[in-house]
T-cell receptor, first 115, second 114 residues
Framework: NAGVTQTPKFQVLKTGQSMTLQCAQDMNHEYMSWYRQDPGMGLRLIHYSVGAGITDQGEVPNGYNVSRSTTEDFPLRLLSAAPSQTSVYFC??????????????FGNGTRLTVT | GENVEQHPSTLSVQEGDSAVIKCTYSDSASNYFPWYKQELGKGPQLIIDIRSNVGEKKDQRIAVTLNKTAKHFSLHITETQPEDSAVYFCAASNRNTGGFKTIFGAGTRLFVKA
């Protein structure tokens, strides 16, 4: 089991460029989510998905798009990168038991710099 | 929506001492409170969690307490060791009505001095 795999590990973009951060999990988890981590602000939820074909917004969704065409993959798209999107991005998944919470499994992150 | 506050932001202790990290949450409907440890260059990993029907939970040197009335929960690490040095995050979520969102505190950087 690889768990949650994120690619790339590092990325530098110029303002206005677009890119997709990849996330894949091999645990058959229904729930997947994206967080960004900034100094002093903890982890803030960008978007999440409770299953294939279903996505919803988190705390800080502006500037990001997601889709969930399969259970395994949950890519995060930046359509027009801005310096404010410089951050470390984490993908997380969990086994969603209806009405019960279960812990998140995180990938090792993508460090994104926008110049 | 839910808001989680975490204190202190930095904590330095001597090896063998105890460390306590405190969190408060705002949504009384939150019913699941996990704690994560993040080591340098890695993603957060669950170390312990507690559900709203339990007041305290222990796992070896780590314990978590929950006061639902005051909307407080705390992480206690006893007999700290240098390998406990990391960033710790508390979180709160409510799968029943909260839209499946887990909201995190800002984190506590723990230093354990040998």
């Amino acid at each position: 089991n690889a768990g949650v795999t994120q690619t790339p590990k590092f990325q530098v973009l110029k303002t206005g460029q677009s890119m997709t951060l990849q996330c894949a999990q091999d645990m058959n988890h229904e729930y997947m989510s994206w967080y960004r981590q900034d100094p002093g602000m903890g982890l803030r939820l960008i978007h999440y998905s409770v299953g294939a074909g279903i996505t919803d917004q988190g705390e800080v969704p502006n500037g990001y798009n997601v889709s969930r065409s399969t259970t395994e993959d949950f890519p995060l798209r930046l359509l027009s990168a801005a310096p404010s999107q410089t951050s470390v991005y984490f993908c997380a998944s969990s086994y969603d038991q209806t009405g019960k919470n279960s812990p998140l499994h995180f990938g090792n992150g993508t460090r994104l710099t926008v110049t | 929506g839910e808001n989680v506050e975490q204190h202190p932001s930095t904590l330095s202790v001597q090896e063998g001492d105890s460390a306590v990290i405190k969190c408060t949450y705002s949504d009384s409907a939150s019913n699941y409170f996990p704690w994560y440890k993040q080591e340098l260059g890695k993603g957060p990993q669950l170390i312990i969690d507690i559900r709203s029907n339990v007041g305290e939970k222990k796992d070896q040197r780590i314990a978590v307490t929950l006061n639902k009335t005051a909307k407080h929960f705390s992480l206690h690490i006893t007999e700290t060791q240098p390998e406990d040095s990391a960033v710790y995050f508390c979180a709160a979520s409510n799968r029943n009505t909260g839209g499946f969102k887990t909201i995190f505190g800002a984190g506590t950087r723990l230093f354990v001095k040998a």
